[in-house]
């Protein structure tokens, strides 16, 4: 495996890319549930939405 920036090297690796599509499968599911929290006035659900769509934020959820 390569080793060094992906801008660098001209590649990204497999890891990158399962990473960024899991960060864009929660930002979804993370918009749907804000959506369906605010329809059904559910404090659950909105802070669930919230607290999914920040963890791609944090850098210790990519460790």
């Known amino acids: ?8 090297t001209g590649s990204i690796g497999l890891d990158t890319l399962l ?11 993370a918009r749907v549930l ?13 802070a669930d939405a919230r607290l999914l769509s920040a963890a791609p934020a944090d850098p210790r959820a990519c460790a």
């Open 1 to 8: 495996m390569k080793t060094g920036a992906w801008w660098l």
């Open 34 to 46: 804000l959506q369906v929290g605010r329809a059904h006035s559910s404090l659950a659900l909105e």
């Open 19 to 29: 990473s960024v599509g899991a960060s864009l499968i929660n930002l979804l599911v």
